[in-house]
């Protein structure tokens, strides 16, 4: 059965756009998948209060990759929620030092010049209390959830498939203009990967970083690709 995902979309500093977290109901709590940035701290801290989150009840939070419009909240909802955060080690090193063009091949000098207009200060810095790795699932944490390393965007960039066939994507797809590949990617050709490796699951709704959800289905139209790859192995 699928469960119930609640988007939570934040506002990003600059006018440039919007993020979306994920609040998904699990047995006995709440998984927080990203934590926006911390421009809107206030406001997301209010909509998980208002949709039941309490110490205890939020179990964990998966940041789908380091960037930090992304894990800007992180460490302060860990400390409001005590719940701990759990991302791929290959970004680990971004919350921990304050920079998003550490592990990257590109784009290195903009984003380290971008990094501190996220709002991403000291306070704002944290080491991760799990490290997700592919094939992992958060059967731990009351969800029937899958982790599918999805490298492009960032080196340490998962997704997230739940019982049903919804996808957390992260920032490898966006639907800013209509589904598509993340307009920033570090590795396009690990993104292409990625996208290979997707074709292997059944997957119904897209829930990206950025954009509303959309069906998967679209995004292989828009890119020319035939999605049947699951079919070929049922048959
Ligand atoms: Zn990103």
């Known amino acids: 059965m699928s469960p119930a995902i ?3 979309t934040l506002s990003l500093v600059l006018r440039l756009g919007a993020v979306n977290c994920y609040l998904v109901t699990a047995n006995d709590g709440f998984i927080l998948f990203d934590t926006g940035g911390s421009n809107k701290r206030r406001d997301l801290h209010e909509t998980l209060t208002s949709a039941g989150c309490q110490p205890g009840n939020l179990r964990l939070i998966v940041l789908t990759h380091g960037d930090f419009d992304h894990s800007g909240n ?3 909802l860990r400390g409001q929620f005590n719940t701990p955060i759990a991302m791929h ?8 030092r304050g920079d998003m063009s550490w592990n990257r091949q590109s784009s290195k000098l903009v ?6 207009m996220f709002g991403f200060g000291k306070a704002e810095r944290f080491t991760p209390d799990i490290l997700l790795n592919e094939g992992d699932t958060l059967a731990a944490y009351g969800l029937d959830a ?3 390393h999805l490298p492009g965007h960032s080196l340490g960039s998962i997704g997230i498939l739940l019982a049903g066939g919804d996808l957390i994507t992260g920032d490898l797809l966006e639907n800013t ?12 050709v690990a993104a292409t990967h990625s996208v290979a490796k997707l074709r292997s699951y059944e997957i119904g709704t897209v829930y990206p970083g950025h954009g509303a959800p959309f069906p ?10 035939a ?3 699951y079919d070929d192995k049922q048959a």
């Open 111 to 116: 984003l380290k010049v971008a990094s501190p």
């Open 6 to 8: 609640q988007t939570i």
């Open 216 to 225: 998967m289905a679209a995004f292989y139209d828009s890119q020319h690709i």
């Open 177 to 188: 203009k209509g589904p598509s590949f993340n307009s920033i990617m570090d590795d396009r």
């Open 146 to 148: 899958k982790v599918i």
């Open 89 to 96: 080690e290959s970004d680990a090193g971004m919350v921990e």
């Open 74 to 76: 992180a460490a302060f």
């Open 227 to 229: 999605p049947n790859l």
